[in-house]
């Protein structure tokens, strides 16, 4: 075809530049040696007539021989570092590569006139392979590659859970002498994430009652005047200082006789469901607070009072792992707590609040969508307190004006459940305010709505169930 296509002498001086092209690529094959991407562990190097005086990259593991074949006879052999790597001559041709520490370095072989036959471009590395096999029986379903470089070692690959990755690291730490000689690359396979809902329900109910007469009196007589009186201490079992008091006097002469009837009957019910949610990756903590601060004195500097705060509402922390069969352990520390004024104290014109609390904080292993009761309380106090006077206070029937009673008995039930769920992506949530709607002025002014009332009217086909558009109380 070129012959048709071209002239005799322009074929001529192609064929030219063809050779001459092939001459170039051929010497620099010759000039420029192969350099592998990375050095490569073998037992076994053979070096062919073709790669005499090339360079080879060859590592090796720490405590390993590897065999060298070179294509000629040796007469001098030449390492750099021999801390590093040692050369036994088995015979003239036949070389035993030992790595004696971890490091780089290089060896020369040179034959009787000191031309070269090859160059080895060794690096000597902690060998990992007892590491791989560990970490493989240990975790059965991890996919992991090993590698080292120096002191280094480099996990890559994937593994089944949060807490396999965990277990890899910390085995690879003690290979490595650290966790700084540890490069983690490893990916997690599958759903990491926990969505926590915790559920705490309590029932309490008190009854308080206080019954007591103060009776005080003098008499008169000339220059002489004698009192009694009797003033029972209110507040030491129910804490409830100032009762309900009705006061009467008698005089008859110069007898003047005052009573103050207390009394105070109690009753209190307390209802407490809060469930708190929160999600949070596997081996990474989480915390949620829906309350408050208040402040509490704890001290005076140069005139000013110091305070801090002190929180109060409800308060979840917790740990989720993600483990490879499907159990999720979880470090849950959740509390409840609320002011009050049982328990608190005046100081300085100061009245300092004391504070209900009731929190659970344990470490437990469930399967997503599990419920397990980490915390119950059933409780019944009952506390008396009667104060009189000596002697008289004891008598039947009469004693009753020299005495006071002071009754509590409380109840309560607690219970605390948490639910771990492995959390997916899912579609958009029926939001809490997507339900309100404020009512127009009209309606709030001649109704007193605060809401539109919805659900009445037409329904443009939309059924609703049970009390709806109403407040319920």
């Known amino acids: 075809m070129l012959k048709k296509l071209l002239p005799s002498n322009h074929l001529i001086k192609m064929r030219k530049l063809l050779r001459i092209f092939a001459i170039v690529i051929m010497g620099l094959g010759v000039l420029m040696p192969t350099i592998p991407a990375f050095a490569q562990k073998i037992s076994h190097l053979r070096i062919s007539s073709a790669e005499r005086g090339a360079t080879q990259y060859l590592q090796v593991g720490l405590n390993k021989s590897v065999i060298v074949d070179l294509p000629a006879k040796v007469s001098e052999v030449i390492v750099s570092q021999p801390n590093v790597a040692g050369i036994v001559m088995r015979s003239k041709q036949r070389a035993i590569l030992q790595g004696v520490g971890v490091g780089d370095t290089n060896i020369f072989f040179l034959d009787a006139k000191g031309a070269r036959i090859s160059v080895l471009e060794v690096s000597v590395v902690a060998d990992a392979s007892g590491l791989a096999a560990t970490i493989a029986s240990i975790l059965p379903g991890a996919k992991l590659k090993v590698e080292t470089f120096g002191e280094r070692v480099v996990l890559s690959g994937t593994v089944r859970s949060g807490d396999d990755m965990e277990k890899a690291v910390a085995i690879a730490a003690q290979f490595a002498g650290g966790m700084d000689n540890v490069a983690n690359i490893i990916q997690v396979e599958g759903a990491q994430q926990v969505l926590l809902k915790v559920t705490i329900a309590e029932v309490g109910r008190e009854t308080v009652k206080q019954l007591g007469i103060n009776l005080s009196g003098n008499f008169n007589t000339g220059s002489l005047a004698t009192a009694m009186i009797s003033a029972p201490t209110y507040g030491g ?27 105070l ?209």
């Not at 402040?295 to 979840?316: A, H, I, M, R, S």
């Not at 029926?430 to 329904?459: Q, S, W």
């Open 237 to 263: 079992a129910s804490n409830v200082i100032a009762p309900n008091s009705v006061t009467a006097s008698l005089g008859v002469g110069n007898l003047a006789i005052n009573a103050t009837l207390r009394a």
């Open 265 to 473: 009957e109690r009753r209190g019910a307390l209802r407490t469901l809060a469930e708190p949610t929160l999600s949070a990756l596997s081996g990474q903590s989480a915390e949620f607070l829906a309350g408050g601060e208040f402040p509490v004195p704890t001290g005076v500097d140069n005139g000013q009072v110091l305070f801090e705060f002190k929180k109060f509402g409800v308060e979840l922390k917790f740990t989720p792992t993600v483990k490879s069969n499907g159990i999720i352990a979880l470090e849950v520390d959740a509390k409840v707590s609320e002011p009050t004024t049982e328990g608190g104290f005046n100081a300085g014109g100061i009245t300092i609040p004391a504070t209900r609390e009731r929190k659970a904080k344990t470490t437990v292993e469930l399967r997503t969508g599990s419920t397990m009761a980490i915390a119950g309380l059933i409780e019944e106090k009952v506390r008396a307190q009667i104060n009189s006077l000596p002697g008289i206070g004891n008598l039947p029937i009469l004693g009753a004006l020299f005495r006071s009673r002071d009754f509590v008995r409380s109840e309560t039930e607690l219970l605390i459940l948490v639910t771990p769920i492995l959390a997916k992506s899912g579609g958009p949530i029926d939001l809490p305010t997507n339900k309100m709607v404020l009512a127009g002025d009209a309606e709030a002014i001649f109704l007193g709505h605060i809401e539109k009332l919805y659900g009445v009217g037409p329904t443009n086909g939309v059924q609703y169930q049970g009390s709806i558009g109403f407040s319920l109380d």
